[in-house]
């Protein structure tokens, strides 16, 4: 009787994969790029708008900085500063490029001024996005407004 042949292979087994195929590389990448999009996107929106608050926030502080000079100049130097007929006036506003300022000092009755006794002062500072000297819009921009009372107090005290 003849046993069967077993054939015995000489070859060795073949040790585990240690690397990913070129279809598992893609098919994760595709995974990654879906879920980096919206948030690349966010990011992109975040910082944009980030930029806009900070040209808003520098607006509003020289609009206070630009008012303030205007109420100490009232104070000072009523008949000066004051005047009855609404006249605004358009400056570039000093240690901010691109910014412009629009401004307002008038004791008309329709600006809610009493005449010789109490001044309407305004300020409007924008930034000039498309230089065309007049606010639009969308540029970033602050509006300020206050009321200056004429009190001889200030103007003894501005010009001993």
Do not use: F
């Not at 690397?19 to 994760?28: H, K, M, P, S």
């Not at 509003?60 to 000066?80: F, S, V």
């Amino acid at each position: 009787m003849n046993a069967p042949l077993v054939r015995r292979s000489r070859r060795k087994a073949l040790p585990a994969r240690a690397g990913l195929t070129l279809l598992e590389v893609i098919a994760a990448s595709g995974v990654i790029a879906l879920a980096l999009a919206p948030a690349l996107r966010m990011t992109r929106t975040a910082l944009m708008a980030a930029d806009r608050l900070d040209r808003q926030e520098r607006c509003l502080t020289a609009a206070n900085d630009r008012i303030e000079t205007l109420m100490a100049r009232t104070a000072a130097d009523w008949d000066g500063q004051v005047t009855s007929t609404p006249v605004y006036s358009t400056v570039a506003v000093d240690g901010y490029p691109g910014m412009r300022a629009s401004e307002l000092t008038t004791d008309s009755t329709s600006y809610g001024g009493i005449p010789g006794r109490l001044a309407a002062i305004g300020t409007l500072t924008w930034y000039d996005e498309d230089g065309d000297a007049s606010p639009d819009a969308d540029e970033p921009q602050a509006l300020l407004t206050v009321a200056v009372a004429r009190l001889s107090a200030y103007e003894a005290h501005a010009n001993p």
